[in-house]
Every structure is written in structure tokens, then in C-alpha cells.
T-cell receptor, first 110, second 115 residues
């Protein structure tokens, strides 16, 4: 599985968009980009995933660059409850193994 | 659906004791797995199962056993607890084991302390 690089921490003002970057320069053509988050030692929560195209759901948007070497998770209107550790994971096409890195600690401040 | 459930929520053991962490899902998922998370670190895969009767090792399997006699249950057994096994344990499941487009759902975790 391709390795990912994320900033260790970020701050965001409540109500503003939170943009969390992730580098995955060694990603291969059949690997997906997944985002999970973990709120204060709870179980990780699935946010969104994508292969090539940008994706949007009720929680967030995922922007993947054309060369697929990086991506950005966007929380459009961050709230205090979005304070969490966000994990960017690249996952092989076959098999379910998730490899978690250290993630990005997002602090949403009022 | 209850989703993925884990019991107990908290457990304290003495070195050398054995115990079983329970995990169950009611979504008819093929794939189930166990992770551990040490303080300040990401999750590491212990064991996983792609269906009833089939299990395999993950990244850190030593000191743990698993079995999958039913689709719903995937217990994790600590054979002889050691302080190094103090951690938070998460169980996860997904519908299919082969498809990377399938999402995994995590349980609330079991916080284990070994004295």
C-alpha cells in the first residue's frame, strides 16, 4: 500500500472550511484514497473515499489531483464537533487492509 | 442495525491472565478485523477474517488468537496478558473482503490495561 504524508496538526475557525491535505506520491492506478476520522479515542469513522474523480457526500468533499499524487479533504463548514484526528489512507484494490499513519489533528476553534 | 459492538468497554488484567474480547456485527459482513491503538499512534492490524472459518494474521499478531465460527462473531483471545498489550482494541467489519471500494465500520473499542 502506498505511504501517505499528512501535516501533524491544523487549526480552523468554526464555520470556516477546513482543508486537510494528503500526499500519496507513490499511489498506483488501482488504489483508492480513503479518509477516516477519530474523535477522542472513539472508533474511527468513515468519511469519504475516491479513486480518480472528486467526490462529495453529506460530510465532506474529496479533491484528488489529476496525477493522483495528492488529495484534499474539505469540511465545508467546520464545527467544534469536527475536532478529531483525520487519517488519509491509500488502499489496494483487492483486500481490506487499512494502514493507519499518525494522521492530522484538526482543532476547530470558536 | 446495532452495527459493530464490542464488549467489555474496559478491562484490567494481571500479567499472565487470559481473556477474550468480544466483537459482533449484525450487518452480514464477510470481513472482520481487529486493530490495536497505542497512545498517540495510529491503528495496527492484529488479525482479520474474510469469512466464517477463515482467519489470517495482520501486522502484530503475536500473543493473540482469533477464530470465526459464525459470520456475526469474531472474538480476540489474549493467551497470557503482558503489560505491552495495554492498549485500545478496535474491531471492524465490511461487507466484502475483496473490494477496496467497500468501507469498514468500526466498533467503539475496548480499553485494556495489563498490570
Amino acid at each position: 500500500d502506498a505511504k501517505t504524508t499528512q501535516p501533524p496538526s491544523m487549526d480552523c475557525a468554526e464555520g470556516r472550511a477546513a482543508n486537510l491535505p494528503c500526499n500519496h506520491s507513490t499511489i498506483s492506478g488501482n488504489e483508492y484514497v480513503y479518509w477516516y476520522r477519530q474523535i477522542h479515542s472513539q472508533g474511527p469513522q468513515y468519511i469519504i473515499h475516491g479513486l480518480k474523480n472528486n467526490e462529495t457526500n453529506e460530510m465532506a468533499s474529496l479533491i484528488i489531483t489529476e496525477d493522483r499524487k495528492s488529495s484534499t479533504l474539505i469540511l465545508p463548514h467546520a464545527t467544534l464537533r469536527d475536532t478529531a484526528v483525520y487519517y488519509c489512507i491509500v488502499r489496494a484494490e483487492y483486500g481490506n487492509k487499512l494502514v493507519f499513519g499518525a494522521g492530522t489533528i484538526l482543532r476547530v476553534k470558536s | 442495525n446495532a452495527g459493530v459492538t464490542q464488549t467489555p468497554k474496559f478491562q484490567v488484567l494481571k500479567t499472565g491472565q487470559s481473556m477474550t474480547l468480544q466483537c459482533a456485527q449484525d450487518m452480514n459482513h464477510e470481513y472482520m478485523s481487529w486493530y490495536r491503538q497505542d497512545p498517540g499512534m495510529g491503528l495496527r492490524l492484529i488479525h482479520y477474517s474474510v469469512g466464517a472459518g477463515i482467519t489470517d494474521q495482520g501486522e502484530v499478531p503475536n500473543g493473540y488468537n482469533v477464530s470465526r465460527s459464525t459470520t456475526e462473531d469474531f472474538p480476540l483471545r489474549l493467551l497470557s496478558a503482558a503489560p505491552s498489550q495495554t492498549s485500545v482494541y478496535f474491531c471492524a467489519s465490511s461487507r466484502f473482503w475483496q473490494r477496496a471500494s467497500d468501507t469498514q465500520y468500526f466498533g467503539p473499542g475496548t480499553r485494556l490495561t495489563v498490570l
